[in-house]
């Protein structure tokens, strides 16, 4: 029992989190910090908690449960209609940007929302430049009544007549106070509750409408909170990196204390082929750009309050306002080298070097040299857009105030250029996604025989034009969207949908794979189950079969596979037929086939015995007993 108590996950847990503790309580009496850890979070946040990224979050959970039937199946939710398949099929974009395509997907992306926006946050802010905070200002004790406060409480009527509505309600006048833009725009509730999460759950719409392909996931908008908090503090972005790792690792930990693993195969794509380099750019410059306008509106702010400040001095006026409206002093700037550092070291980290092409049936082409160029660009435009003087390029030719576009080229500024070619990247990037978003998918018959669910087609092909890579025709350098697919495709023409949903090797590798369709809040799952043969030495055959509500129904058969044994001249072929197998026995020109036999029965064809023991077939006639085929086994099932 004893054995047993140490062993468990309980005991884990109880053991790391004691040791954790120990550890934190060490630093905590080392550093004796009286409040001053939460201080700085307290003077920009609510409470001193990311009140905005904690709302997005809670959003995008919701939608995953509830919208995608994550809550019936949380490992395996409905994903094929909530991808951004055309601007035809609106529920598709309005949904891509917040759905997910499985725990493990939600998870990591949600994990780096919180660090991530947790940072982005702090520079937005819930109090315009920040509050002056002590020990106790802005905890939660402060915000409560102190009991001294409180009238005494000798009976109910002595309570309630101590209460006077008039001073429990707020005013006309200060209602309308409230709602008065200026106001709103300050008002801590509103930027922690409205501002910052619908800044986000809306660019995760917005970034939908221009990506390139049927794309998932809330990693746009996790890439433009990182973009945005690499403006402000990139330094402080590029060490919360490992916090986000640790933040995983904190997670795995409490959800697998005791993880027993052993070798094993797996089957999928390079991991950079399942990574939306596009979504993740898009996200990444958005980010960046909004946060060199919010720099550049509170640098003015602040060099406007200077000013009004040393009229006020000069004028003999004392003020007790100060610049700290804007949060910013405008003498303070993030360097070139610091600016590019940062955004090569998180690009590189993250992968956004990774740019392939598509060669058809899982095969990819990935141009590293380029990637990395091509990062080290936008790292220098940013570079440029951050950290560029705001002094005219030809002093000699500017005008103090251009009102017409020759003027504003004359007087162009480093910073004003950097910030154009952030537009004009955000547009290169953004811009492909528009052309393949505004056609429509060919509804053209599938091929084979598909079974119908609700609108949806389920079938399996092989060697077929892909039409989602296909929908825009391009060909450069050699290379073309003219490709074709195998395995399980998906298609839906009232939802724009066609997808090979399960790849052939994906299939060859587990043997079953299931196929979810759906849409808001529904869901019907089809099992796809592949069953072969391997003729000796001659290859597989194999069946390929839809199983819905215990109805099986066979959606395609490989060509036959011919045994390379010869018995006294003839050849043996098994070949997969609808609903199961057979053989095939040829020479002197005649064939004669029959069913496989079933476990431990036998058949005999042009003069040889075919016998089944367990899952191998052998061929007898005469003294001669050789083996002609085994059932196909699935790496992933062993």
């Not at 986000?200 to 909170?225: K, N, Q, R, T």
């Not at 750009?289 to 060099?303: F, I, M, P, S």
């Not at 060919?442 to 892909?466: F, H, R, S």
């Amino acid at each position: 029992m004893v054995a047993e108590a140490l062993s468990s996950d309980t005991a884990h847990l109880a053991a790391g989190g004691l040791l954790v503790a120990v550890a934190l309580a060490v630093v905590y009496r080392t550093d004796r910090p009286s409040g001053a850890w939460t201080r700085a979070l307290r003077s920009r946040f609510l409470l001193g908690v990311p009140w905005g990224t904690l709302v997005a979050v809670a959003a995008v959970v919701a939608v995953y449960l509830f919208v995608q039937s994550g809550l019936e199946n949380p490992g395996r939710p409905v994903v094929i209609p909530f991808r951004s398949w055309s601007y035809f099929y609106p529920e598709g974009m309005l949904w891509s940007g917040l759905a997910h395509s499985g725990r493990g997907h939600i998870t990591g992306n949600l994990l780096s929302t919180l660090v991530a926006g947790a940072l982005a946050e702090y520079a937005y802010g819930h109090f315009p430049g920040g509050r002056e905070v002590d020990d106790r200002a802005g905890t939660l004790r402060s915000a409560l009544p102190s009991i001294r406060s409180l009238p005494p409480v000798g009976s109910l009527p002595a309570v309630l007549s101590s209460v006077s509505p008039r001073r429990l309600l707020p005013s006309r006048r200060s209602i309308r106070k409230s709602l008065t833009f200026e106001s709103l725009a300050s008002n801590p509730l509103v930027r922690a509750f409205v501002v910052v999460p619908g800044a986000m759950l809306s660019f995760a719409v917005l970034s939908s409408l221009f990506a390139l392909g049927p794309v998932i996931g809330f990693s746009g908008v996790v890439f433009a909170l990182w973009g945005f908090a690499l403006v402000f503090y990139p330094i402080t972005t590029i060490a919360a990196l490992t916090g986000a790792t640790l933040v995983n690792v904190a997670y795995e930990a409490l959800r697998n204390p005791v993880v027993v693993s052993e070798a094993s195969g797996s089957y999928g794509p390079p991991s950079w082929a399942n990574i939306a380099i596009q979504g993740h750019a898009i996200g990444l410059i958005g980010g960046i750009l909004a946060a060199v306008w919010l720099v550049r509106r509170r640098r003015r702010r602040a060099e406007g309050s200077r000013t009004a400040e040393g009229a006020r001095s000069a004028a003999g006026t004392r003020t007790t306002e100060d610049s700290r409206t804007a949060g910013l002093d405008p003498r303070a700037r993030t360097t070139a080298l610091v600016a590019f550092g940062a955004v090569m070291l998180f690009g590189a980290s993250r992968r956004l070097w990774a740019v392939y092409w598509y060669l058809g049936n899982e095969r990819y082409e990935m141009y590293r040299a380029v990637g990395v160029g091509l990062l080290a660009v936008l790292a220098a435009i940013v570079a440029l857009a951050v950290a560029g003087r705001d002094e005219p390029l030809r002093p000699d030719l500017a005008v103090p105030d251009p009102e017409t576009v020759r003027g504003a080229i004359r007087s162009a500024t480093p910073a004003a250029v950097g910030l154009l070619l952030l537009v004009s990247a955000l547009a290169v990037v953004a811009g492909p996604g528009i052309g393949p978003n505004l056609v429509a998918v060919d509804d053209d018959e599938l091929p084979g025989d598909p079974i119908e669910v609700e609108g949806y087609q389920v079938t399996y092909a092989e060697n077929v034009e892909d039409r989602v890579v296909s929908v825009v025709d391009v060909e450069a350098f050699g290379r073309s969207t003219s490709v074709n697919t195998s395995g399980v495709i998906v298609a839906n023409a009232d939802r724009e949908i066609w997808t090979t949903a399960v790849s052939k090797g994906n299939l060859a590798f587990w043997g079953y794979r299931a196929v979810d369709v759906g849409g808001t809040g529904w869901r019907e799952t089809v099992w796809v189950q592949r069953t072969g043969w391997v003729a000796a030495n001659g290859g597989a055959t194999y069946r390929v079969d839809a199983v819905r509500n215990e109805t099986r129904s066979t959606l395609f058969t490989s060509e036959p596979a011919r045994a390379e044994p010869r018995i006294d001249g003839r050849n043996v072929t098994v070949a997969a037929v609808e609903g199961g197998f057979e053989l095939r026995v040829d020479g002197e020109g005649e064939t004669e086939s029959a069913a496989l036999p079933a476990a431990n029965e036998s058949v005999t064809l042009r003069g040889v015995t075919f016998v089944r023991e367990d899952d191998a077939v052998f061929a007898e006639r005469g003294e001669t007993r050789v083996r002609i085929a085994a059932r196909e086994e699935y790496e992933g099932r062993r």
